[in-house]
């Protein structure tokens, strides 16, 4: 019975814990459980969900990106400025993106090609980044972006906001690599025993190099609906996101050790961080406090799911 129990509590209990919380939250304020409100929640966690599925790619090798805030300011000012420069949307975004893939396969290479841990090599990457962007910026936020990529962020199609969709396309493809190709077993792979990974045969500087590029594309993609939304590009954009991002994913019951976890409990790791989010500002609490109230949570999701192990 008991041996029963764990296994609920470790299969379901962060929806458990979700449902629980909404509850609370539609008890305190008769406001949380309207469609808008809820349409609103989604909106808000796109931008974190889409950074912690790269997020969960790294931390399933055992690594940590702390660049991706930083990477994520420096793609939008580009980005951005391209745009002002009257360049094709289409090509714009994709030099955005493909600068963030590119910031982040420098990481991967320093990682796996000097023996520099992740920590550090992404630390050294965030400064870089973040210093480049308000270099290449003046400090200056680049303001009047063209209607056809704001569409991005303030779009929709039929009912369903763009910043939903594209989220939403993210997490399944993510899963599909994860769950249904050779590449998401050797990142689980990687994560449980890289000794053994490359006596199997797979190619450990190649695949961990990999999850850092995904890592930087997906900042990237992130600041794409951020500055399509606030029709804004700031260079001091993205400060913290990475420790939403981690907190999102090591919720969700992925491992800092690696090889254990999945975007099913990063996913509802974003949600619960969204959830808590919005409640706050439905019950009016200050500012100051927010961040507290948010950090006791995850520790007590922590601690309870640790328990639950």
Avoid: W
């Avoid at 129990?5 to 470790?10: D, K, T």
């Avoid at 919005?278 to 640790?306: D, E, H, K, M």
């Amino acid at each position: 019975m008991r041996l029963h129990l764990r296994e609920l509590s470790q299969r379901y209990g962060l929806v458990l814990s979700l449902l629980l919380l909404c509850l609370v939250l539609s008890l305190l304020s008769d406001r949380f459980l309207t469609s808008s409100n809820l349409v609103n929640v989604l909106r808000q966690s796109t931008i974190n969900g889409i950074i912690a599925v790269g997020m969960t790619y790294v931390i399933l090798t055992a690594g940590i990106d702390l660049s991706v805030g930083a990477v994520l300011a420096l793609c939008t000012v580009v980005t951005a400025d391209l745009l002002k420069q009257d360049l094709p949307v289409p090509v714009a975004v994709t030099a955005g993106l493909g600068l963030g893939a590119g910031l982040g396969l420098i990481s991967g290479l320093i990682i796996t090609q000097t023996g520099v841990p992740p920590f550090v090599a992404t630390l050294g990457m965030m400064t870089i980044a973040r210093g480049l962007a308000l270099t290449y910026s003046e400090g200056r936020p680049i303001t009047g972006l063209p209607d056809s990529f704001r569409f991005l962020g303030t779009g929709s199609l039929g009912p369903v906001p763009m910043p939903i969709i594209l989220a939403g396309l993210t997490f399944a493809v993510g899963y599909l690599v994860l769950t249904r190709t050779p590449v998401g077993q050797y990142i689980f792979a990687l994560g449980n025993n890289p000794v053994a990974a490359r006596y199997a045969g797979i190619e450990v500087k190649r695949y961990t190099t990999l999850v850092y590029v995904i890592a930087g594309f997906l900042a990237a993609l992130a600041g794409m609906i951020l500055i399509a939304r606030l029709n804004s590009a700031q260079p001091t954009a993205g400060l913290e996101f990475e420790f939403d991002a981690i907190a999102a994913v090591v919720v969700g019951g992925t491992s800092f050790a690696g090889g254990q976890g999945g975007l099913g409990g990063t996913l509802l790791g974003v949600l619960v961080i969204a959830v808590i989010n919005n409640g706050l500002n439905l019950l009016n609490v200050s500012s100051f406090y927010q961040p507290v109230v948010t950090g006791v949570v995850i520790a007590l999701a922590l601690l309870l799911y640790r328990i639950a192990r």
